[in-house]
């Protein structure tokens, strides 16, 4: 049983702020402002505004089920660093797709009880935790923030529990257009991901792509063919992260290739453009 609930709702630059405000009060919430730098600066700032002990982090288009937030501290309680959850996508070929795309590198370890991932709209970790481990905000956008933020978590030594019982809806008000961008926007992250810093991440093995495709047409055909085009969607924005790193360089007094135009804005006080 959780003894006291802080609820705290991260506006991250939303245009409906007199809808935001009316809602934040029926809920007897505590709302804090942005000026929309993406989910990880959002999350940071509502964690470390937070009071409590214990996390739990979820988004504006998820409905969690009774005791959800109980059955996370739980598992936290009983010595977990960090807890995901069940997440069930809403209704539609869309939203089923997407939640396939979204859960498709999360793998179990041998015992069943521990995952290395898990999607940050449900998902938990203790105060302390957090605090040596925060969102990396240099991610403008949703796609790929979650993931390096997990693979810190676990190279830490830190455990992410699995909790089936805490779970929730993902309800997402997606259009074709709207899921091909999401994807692409997934791709931007994902090139992100895997190329960023001193170390580059392989891709995934051609198993891992053949086994998600197979995952969306064991829920219908017509998810089946979404996953694909979400995959298409996926290397499209890979392709375009790759170049607008490229196109963003900037050159060093010697001539040689020193960091991207984002990193010399924020070495001359600048806010970057996203």
Same mark, same amino acid.
């Given at each position: ?50 009071? $409590? ?14 005791? &959800? ?9 009983? $010595? ?13 070929? #869309? ?7 979204? !859960?498709?590198?999360? @793998? ?11 999607? +940050? ?22 796609? $790929?923030?979650?993931?390096? &933020? ?5 190279? +830490? ?10 779970? #929730? ?10 899921? /091909? ?12 991901? !895997? ?11 051609? !198993? ?17 063919? /979404? ?12 392709? @375009?992260? &790759? ?8 050159? +060093? ?22």
């Amino acid at each position: 049983m959780v003894d006291e609930l802080e609820v705290l709702v991260v506006d991250d630059g939303s245009e409906s702020l007199t809808e935001v405000s009316s809602a934040v009060d029926r809920h007897r919430a505590t709302l804090i402002r942005r000026n929309g730098d993406g989910p990880a600066a959002a999350r940071n700032t509502g964690a470390r505004a937070a009071r $409590g002990s214990y996390l739990c982090f979820t988004d504006d288009d998820c409905a969690p089920e009774a005791e &959800w937030v109980e059955r996370l501290v739980d598992a936290l309680r009983r $010595g977990a660093d960090a807890a995901a959850g069940t997440t069930i996508a809403g209704a539609g070929a #869309l939203a089923e797709a997407s939640e396939i795309v979204a !859960r498709a590198p999360v @793998r179990a370890t041998p015992d069943g009880t521990n995952v290395t991932f898990s999607p +940050s709209n449900n998902l938990a970790c203790t105060k302390a935790v957090f605090d040596a481990t925060p969102f990396d905000e240099s991610y403008p956008s949703a796609g $790929g923030e979650d993931r390096e &933020w997990c693979e810190r978590l676990i190279a +830490s030594g830190h455990s992410l529990r699995f909790v089936p019982a805490a779970r #929730l809806v993902h309800h997402q008000e997606l259009t074709p257009r709207g899921f /091909l961008r999401q994807q692409a926007r997934y791709g931007e992250g994902a090139f992100r991901f !895997r190329r960023r810093g001193a170390v580059s991440r392989p891709l995934e093995t051609p !198993r891992f792509y053949l086994a998600l495709v197979q995952r969306g047409f064991e829920r219908g055909f017509v998810v089946g063919l /979404l996953v694909c085009a979400a995959q298409g969607a996926t290397a499209v924005g890979f392709v @375009r992260g &790759w170049m607008k790193r490229g196109h963003r360089l900037v050159m +060093s007094e010697n001539g040689a290739p020193a960091r991207s135009a984002r990193d010399s804005q924020r070495q001359q006080g600048q806010r970057p453009r996203t």
